[in-house]
C-alpha cells in the first residue's frame, strides 16, 4: 500500500482511543503531546490509563465500545485485543467520515502511524509503510542519536535567521536564496 505522508493539527481536536491496555496508553499519550482532547472508551483501564485519568488529562468512558461513543470525533484508534470490535469501530468511523487507525491492522485503517522523534520545532517521521515497524523504529534510534541533536539546534539558529530576514528583508526571493544557501553550507560540512 502507497501512504501519503502528513502531520495532523490535533490542537483541541476530539480524538477517540478504544481499548484500556498498554497499547491505548501509548497511544493516548501521542495524541496528548500532539495536543489532542483525548477520550478513551473501556471497561478496565491499565494503571498507566488510570494515572492520565487521574491526572485528568484524558477523558474516560466506562464502557464497552458503542457506535455514540464516535460522535464530533476528529480521528480514533482501534486498540482492543478484539479483532471484531477493531473491525465494528473501523466501519464506524468510515461512515462517519472520521480517520481511523486500527492498531495492527492496515486494512481497517486509513492511516498508520510512523516512528517519530520530536525536538522542539523538528519533527521526523520513519516509516516502512507498515512492513516492518521494528525496522522503523531501529533506523528512528539511529537518526535521534547521530542527526537530531544538530539538526535540532541548527533549526533554531536558520529560525532566529528567518524571522530577522521577514523583518528586514522584503524580497521574498532573496530571503529564500539566503536561506537556501545557510542549508547548502550546513549539508556540505
Given at each position: 500500500m502507497?501512504?501519503?505522508p ?12 478504544i ?13 496528548l ?8 472508551i ?23 465500545y ?19 470490535i ?29 516512528s ?39 533549526l ?7 524571522r ?18 545557510l ?7
Amino acid at each position: 500500500m502507497k501512504y501519503y505522508p502528513v502531520l495532523l493539527n490535533l490542537k483541541n481536536k476530539k480524538c477517540v482511543v478504544i481499548g484500556g491496555g498498554p497499547v491505548a496508553r501509548r497511544k493516548a499519550i501521542s495524541l496528548l503531546k500532539a495536543g489532542a482532547c483525548v477520550c478513551v472508551i473501556s471497561p478496565e483501564l491499565c494503571p498507566g490509563l488510570k494515572r492520565l485519568r487521574e491526572q485528568k488529562r484524558i477523558s474516560w468512558i466506562n464502557s464497552s465500545y458503542k457506535k455514540t461513543h464516535l460522535k464530533g470525533a476528529f480521528l480514533a484508534i482501534a486498540a482492543t485485543p478484539d479483532k471484531a470490535i477493531n473491525t465494528k469501530i473501523s466501519q464506524d468511523a468510515r461512515k462517519s467520515g472520521i480517520l481511523i487507525n486500527t492498531v495492527d491492522a492496515e486494512d481497517l485503517s486509513d492511516f498508520i502511524v510512523p516512528s517519530s522523534i520530536s525536538k522542539g520545532g523538528l519533527i521526523l517521521s520513519v516509516s516502512t509503510s507498515g512492513q516492518a515497524p521494528c525496522l522503523s523504529k531501529r533506523m528512528r534510534r539511529d537518526i535521534e542519536r547521530l542527526l537530531v541533536p544538530e539538526y535540532a539546534r541548527f533549526l533554531k539558529i536558520l529560525e532566529g535567521i528567518r524571522r530577522e530576514l521577514k523583518a528586514k528583508c522584503s524580497d521574498p526571493k532573496l530571503r529564500s536564496r539566503i536561506l537556501n544557501a545557510l542549508c547548502a553550507c550546513k549539508s556540505s560540512e
